[in-house]
């Protein structure tokens, strides 16, 4: 069965700092990797999505992530962190076998530091 | 916003009660997802339907129900309710089961309270 894990369930910045949320993933094939942001309140927006091709993609919000099959991990980076980033992270894997269900991480929530 | 819809925003009920939340898809997209966000479990998947048959479940209670109708809109039925499943719940819709994965788009959620 795939599984998601964070290892990091708060993570607290300063502004203007890099930051790197850890996501490991277990899946027998190839997987679909995607990190999702929730904002307090709020619904899940999707940052960014790993399908195939270049183990580097670039999301919104000025998010990145990189593929690697031999660590099996998606990690999340961003070079700056704004206040307005302080929000919930998740990562998931998606399964291409009877349905397209995600499965979640635990999830990182993520405080900025001014 | 993702162009799927979900009603009502907000449930508070007592425990025992009955409640469906009600979810509209992108237009065009034929796969419905819901999925509950809570505390104890965090994110999970509890079904999937795909122009109006029922695709693949998750960790959904037997008290827990759902289908999709010809208008490709979802209902998810909730029954004899308890504190535990007072949560979020979600609602996502793709364009279509095929070969390749096909990305979700998430409403905003119903947050249910049971009391």
């Known amino acids: 069965a795939q599984s998601v894990t964070q290892p990091d369930i708060h993570i607290t910045v300063s502004e203007g700092a890099s930051l790197e949320l850890r996501c490991n993933y277990s899946?027998?094939?190839?997987?679909?990797l995607f990190w999702y942001v929730q904002s307090p309140g709020q619904g899940l927006q999707l940052l960014l999505k790993?399908?195939?091709?270049?183990?580097l993609v670039q999301g919104i919000k000025g998010f990145e992530a990189e593929f690697k099959r031999s660590q099996s991990s998606f990690n999340l980076r961003k070079p700056s962190v704004h206040w307005s980033d302080a929000a919930e992270y998740f990562c998931a894997v998606g399964s291409n076998n009877a349905g397209n269900m995600l499965t979640f991480g635990g999830g990182t929530r993520l405080m900025v530091k001014p | 916003d993702s162009g799927v819809t979900q009603t009502p925003k907000h449930l508070i009920t007592a425990t025992g009660q009955r409640v469906t939340l009600r979810c509209s898809p992108r237009s065009g997209d034929l796969s419905v997802y819901w999925y509950q966000q809570s505390l104890d479990q965090g994110l999970q998947f509890l079904i999937q339907y795909y122009n109006g048959e029922e695709r693949a479940k998750g960790n959904i209670l037997e008290r827990f129900s759902a289908q999709q109708f010809p208008d490709l809109h979802s209902e998810l039925n909730l029954s004899s309710l308890e504190l535990g499943d007072s949560a979020l719940y979600f609602c996502a819709s793709s364009e279509r089961l095929a070969s390749s994965y096909n990305e979700q788009f998430f409403g905003p959620g119903t947050r249910l309270t049971v009391l």
């Open positions: 790993y399908f195939s091709g270049d183990t």
């Open positions: 899946y027998g094939a190839t997987p679909y």
